[in-house]
């Protein structure tokens, strides 16, 4: 036997086997074994051993994986750069404190924030931990009130729609004896439910006329479109839409792309349905007066 770096194998001198070995594991380095698949090739079970046959040879591109914490480093340094601590980084990211620092440790240590400085900001941490528990509660509180309903018989329609209509829609008054069928709102579901209202008390779509009334400064034909969309109706229906003036003075929260203004909704010749609305009214609440007494 002879020795191969302090170890012996037989038959061959220490120079010939090692080098023998070495130029065995080079061709099987530039064929794109990986160092695995090496070991098992020469029976070379020291890793050292291995590590010195392929010395200088490049793995082979099969074997390198991607560094999926790249994105991560370059993250964590940053925050790192802007004052954060490793319980900050730590938060934001989601990785351990230990990569953190492996990442980082090259970089200057923040300053020493107040103690009222850091409170503040565990506080704000608490806070938003707390919100978030809280908006889970009332999504898990809405899902379960809207199962509670299921579905609406055509009775519980005609109700809903009567108070919607009375609630939203425009209202005869004394000194100005109209009595026309006008609808007009910005929210998706409540249009949806008159207008399945109107499909409930058979009135034809020849008889409804359908405006828009919108921001200037909207997409308007954008808009149109939604509306026109959503009610399943022909966007070349609808009446000349209705520009409100921009006053750039005034701070609006209703901008972008969930704005689409309000929609009209008009019966023709509704003269007789308005008076019915009227009346299916006073009927709902003459009942419901009776239940105070």
């Known amino acids: ?18 080098e023998g070995l070495r130029e065995r594991a080079v061709a099987l380095r530039r064929a794109g074994f990986s ?5 098992d090739e020469l029976k070379v ?14 793995p082979p591109e099969w074997t390198k994986r991607p560094n999926a914490k790249d994105d991560l480093r370059e993250r964590a340094r940053e925050l790192r750069l802007q004052g954060r601590t490793y319980d900050q980084i730590q938060v934001e990211l989601g990785c351990s404190k230990s990569s953190i620092s492996l990442w980082v440790r090259d970089l200057p240590k923040p300053e020493r924030r107040e103690p009222s400085e850091q409170a503040r900001l565990a506080g704000r941490k608490r806070w938003e931990h707390e919100l978030a528990v809280r908006d889970e509660a009332r999504q898990r509180t809405k899902a379960a009130a809207r ?19 009375w609630a939203e829609g425009a209202k005869d008054k004394p000194y100005d004896r109209r009595e026309n069928v006008l609808f007009v709102n910005s929210d998706p579901g409540v249009i949806q439910t008159y207008v399945a209202w109107l499909n409930l ?15 200037e400064s909207a997409d308007v034909a954008a808009a149109e479109q939604y509306w026109a969309d959503l009610l399943r109706v022909d966007v070349a229906t609808f009446q000349q ?13 209703n901008t972008g792309e969930g704005y689409h203004g309000c929609l009209v909704v ?3 010749k509704g003269a007789d349905l308005y008076c019915h ?16 007494r």
């Not at 839409?241 to 929260?253: A, C, F, I, S, Y």
Request: hydrophobic residues 35%; proline residues 3%; aromatic residues 6%.
């Open 266 to 268: 008009r019966v023709r």
């Open 277 to 292: 609305i009227e009346g299916w009214w006073n009927g709902i609440t003459a009942d419901a007066v009776t239940r105070l």
């Open 45 to 58: 079970h020291n890793n050292d051993l291995l590590n010195r046959l392929v010395h200088g040879e490049p």
């Open 1 to 18: 036997m002879t020795e191969i770096s302090g170890r012996r194998v037989g038959g061959l001198s220490k120079y010939e086997d090692f």
């Open 201 to 215: 008390l058979g009135i034809a779509p020849e008889r409804r006329q359908y405006r828009l009334m919108i921001h």
């Open 35 to 39: 160092l695995r698949q090496i070991r």
């Open 241 to 253: 839409t209705t520009l409100k003036k921009h006053n750039p003075k005034t701070v609006r929260k």
């Open 147 to 165: 199962q509670a309903i299921g579905d609406l018989s055509d009775r519980e329609l005609f109700l809903v729609g009567v108070a919607l209509y």
